[in-house]
């Protein structure tokens, strides 16, 4: 069974060492040239997962087309704002029976559509799954147990990648709610950077703590509006992936804010990360999504305005906590 990853990040790269150690055929591609020759000579990716070495029978293709044709799975491990060119580029050389396993956690600020709306305007014929949930590539690369969830709207190929992906030490659970799943893997890093934000300020547990929960109480309110589950918000890609995010040093998202919150300049503290920080466009993608639909957001919305420079983090804390009384149901 050929499987096919797209994209050579911290998680692409962390999935080809799982998947090739339960005995599949992994191949994986990426545009940084330079990466993958270098992933070649040293089998180590150095850039994004360094001290692990990645599994003698993964495969670093040549081309884009050499990765994916004759794949059984195609993983989607790239950045959120780039899934639709990374889909429309791998199109060509997909049989109609591949299977698209999105593992990129964002919303697309162009559209405002979730990934899952891109796949089916853009791969229409291709059957979408969505794997997400509390897990660090890192701890996963160093086989710490680690609980996800995949979701598809075909119970049959939810299954089909439940089976593939599962190991003892990677526990898979399968539901229909791809909404509700997706939603809860874009929207937690947008909350992930607001605790950063409090960490770096110099608050305590109290504060993290209610970010966290006013924070899934906003995500589920937009959930709720669009059509996905409530409980899907409480399970696996809601609150244990907010859990993870707001609180592990493996989270660039809270460094990320940790960096804003001292007085690191957004731009700058994006640029120290040294990876994509996928918070920061869906801060923007969420907010105007909000708006549009006439949800109140403002946990997100105050988030949005530190990450684009237009408030001082002081300021906006002080506005969250000077808003209206409220019943909190």
């Known amino acids: 069974m050929k499987i096919s990853i797209i994209g050579a990040g911290s998680w692409g790269t962390a999935l080809a060492n799982l998947l090739a150690g339960g005995g599949a055929s992994v191949s994986i591609w990426d545009v940084d040239r ?44 790239v ?11 791998a199109l060509p050389f997909m049989s109609a029976e591949t299977i698209i396993v999105n593992v990129a956690k964002g919303i697309e600020i162009a559209s405002l559509e979730t990934l899952s709306k891109v796949s089916a ?17 890192e701890e996963v690369a160093d086989g710490m147990p680690t609980t996800v969830t995949v979701a598809s709207e075909d119970a049959a190929a939810a299954k089909k990648v439940q089976d593939v992906f599962m190991t003892e030490r990677f526990r898979v659970y399968t539901q229909s709610d791809v909404l509700g799943v997706e939603l809860g893997g874009a929207l937690k890093n947008v909350i992930a950077l607001g605790a950063g934000i409090s960490d770096g300020m ?35 890609s809601g609150i244990g992936d907010l ?14 804010g940790i960096m804003i919150g001292q007085g690191v300049p957004p731009k700058e503290a994006m640029e120290r990360v040294g990876m994509i920080v996928e918070g920061i466009p869906t801060a923007e993608a969420a907010r105007d999504l909000a708006e549009k639909l006439g949800i109140e957001m403002p946990i997100t919305e105050s988030i949005c305005r530190i990450v684009s420079g237009e408030a001082p983090p002081n300021e906006e804390l002080s506005a969250l906590m000077t808003r209206d009384k409220k019943h909190e149901h």
């Open 243 to 256: 859990v993870v995010t707001c609180t592990s040093q493996h989270s660039r998202n809270r460094r990320c």
């Open 121 to 137: 305007a853009t791969a229409p014929v291709h059957t979408y799954t969505v794997l997400s949930g509390p897990s660090h590539a």
């Open 34 to 77: 330079e990466l993958l020759d270098s992933m070649s000579l040293t089998r180590e990716n150095a850039k994004y997962l360094p001290g692990r070495r990645i599994h003698e029978s993964v495969r670093i293709a040549d081309s884009l087309e050499d990765c994916v044709t004759d794949s059984v799975f195609m993983v989607t491990a």
């Open 79 to 89: 950045p959120s704002q780039r899934f639709r060119s990374a889909l429309t580029a």
């Open 202 to 236: 110099g608050y305590g547990d109290n504060t993290k703590a209610a970010i966290m929960t006013r924070g899934i109480t906003e995500m589920a309110r937009l959930g709720k509006h669009m059509g996905a589950n409530p409980e899907t918000f409480y399970g696996l």
